[in-house]
């Protein structure tokens, strides 16, 4: 059972970045394809951005894309989600999330496996 454990989340101003880390362990075959979600309050939880360990594509929503570049340390297990440009809208629980699967919608959070726990973003100054 693969374990993800989120961090680098904390308050930020408008127009700054964060960075933020999922450190995974056991069941690596469990990770074919790694993602980044995010729900605000009173919303439902969307897809921000995702990483295939095949050919090393990555996947964005129109929100982020541009701004946010998500990458995978294979050798460290652990995948980021550098942010840049940070919005107030942005502001949201971020959760790391991992499939086994590669076919299908990444943006989909049904055909993901494990989750992290969260961490916390707030976009504001």
């Known amino acids: 059972q693969v374990q993800l454990v989120e961090s680098g989340g904390g308050l930020v101003q408008p127009g700054h970045s964060l960075i933020l880390s999922c450190a995974t362990s056991?069941?690596?075959?469990?990770?074919?394809?790694m993602g980044w979600f995010r729900q605000a309050p009173g919303k439902e939880r969307e897809f921000v951005a995702a990483?295939?360990?095949?050919?090393?594509?990555?996947y964005y929503s129109d929100s982020v894309r541009g701004r946010f570049t998500i990458s995978r340390d294979n050798v460290q297990n652990t995948l980021y989600l550098q942010m840049n440009s940070l919005k107030p809208e942005d502001t949201a629980v971020y959760y790391c999330?991992?499939?086994?699967?590669?076919?299908?919608?990444?943006?989909?959070?049904?055909?993901?496996?494990?989750w992290g726990q969260g961490t916390q973003v707030t976009v504001s100054s």
């Open positions: 999330a991992a499939r086994r699967s590669a076919g299908g919608s990444y943006e989909n959070d049904l055909g993901y496996d494990a």
């Open positions: 056991g069941g690596i075959f469990s990770t074919i394809v």
């Open positions: 990483h295939s360990r095949i050919g090393g594509s990555t």
